[in-house]
């Protein structure tokens, strides 16, 4: 879907999405969103136009949050390599990792049934305590030091 500018140069429309704390995008689509929208053709360009932009922008993980009334989208997000990551009563969760690159390896978490942590506590003989700061998540950057944690990939 196109539109024109006031200068009447051509603009495509894009979906809306929010940016993540890991370099992705969130796209929620609602059931109220305009009927133009809701036209798979329509959809299916505006899913590639969007997917074109993140690409470009560098995002790495893409989530659809799709209501269950919309589940007649569920085709053309699959054609556009989506897979389920997880449902519930009232939505579909669907994801897609964008890099193509082997050095950029697919990081999107496995749908949660349960999650196996540790933690450690760490005393040398001097008794000082081993503390790290983090690299990557919602701490990057924070210069907060903690006892090192971690959970296992699956």
Same mark, same amino acid.
């Given at each position: 879907?196109?539109?024109?500018?006031?200068?009447?140069?051509?603009?495509?429309q894009?979906?809306?999405?929010?940016?993540? !704390?890991?370099?992705? $995008?969130? $796209?929620?689509?609602?059931?109220?969103?305009?009927?133009?929208?809701?036209?798979?053709?329509?959809?299916?360009?505006?899913?590639?136009?969007?997917? !074109?932009s993140?690409?470009?922008?560098?995002?790495?993980?893409?989530?659809?949050?799709? %209501?269950?009334?919309?589940?007649?989208? $569920?085709?053309?997000?699959?054609?556009?390599? &989506?897979?389920?990551?997880?449902?519930? %009563?009232?939505?579909?969760?669907?994801?897609?990792?964008? +890099?193509?690159? !082997?050095?950029? %390896?697919?990081?999107? +978490?496995?749908?949660?049934?349960?999650?196996?942590?540790?933690?450690? &506590?760490?005393?040398?003989?001097?008794?000082?305590?081993?503390?790290?700061?983090?690299? !990557? /998540?919602?701490f990057?950057?924070?210069?907060?030091?903690?006892? +090192?944690? /971690?959970?296992?990939?699956?």
């Open positions: 879907m196109t539109e024109h500018n006031d200068s009447g140069i051509e603009q495509i894009l979906l809306d999405g929010c940016e993540d !704390s890991y370099e992705g $995008v969130r $796209v929620e689509i609602k059931e109220d969103m305009d009927a133009d929208v809701m036209k798979a053709d329509v959809f299916a360009s505006l899913l590639r136009a969007s997917i !074109s993140w690409k470009q922008q560098g995002k790495k993980g893409v989530w659809i949050k799709l %209501p269950i009334k919309c589940s007649h989208l $569920v085709d053309i997000i699959v054609k556009e390599d &989506f897979r389920y990551h997880h449902a519930e %009563p009232t939505y579909l969760m669907l994801v897609r990792w964008l +890099p193509e690159t !082997s050095d950029t %390896p697919d990081t999107i +978490p496995m749908n949660a049934s349960h999650r196996v942590g540790v933690g450690a &506590f760490v005393l040398n003989d001097k008794k000082e305590v081993l503390v790290v700061q983090e690299h !990557s /998540g919602r990057q950057g924070t210069g907060e030091w903690k006892l +090192p944690t /971690g959970v296992v990939n699956e």
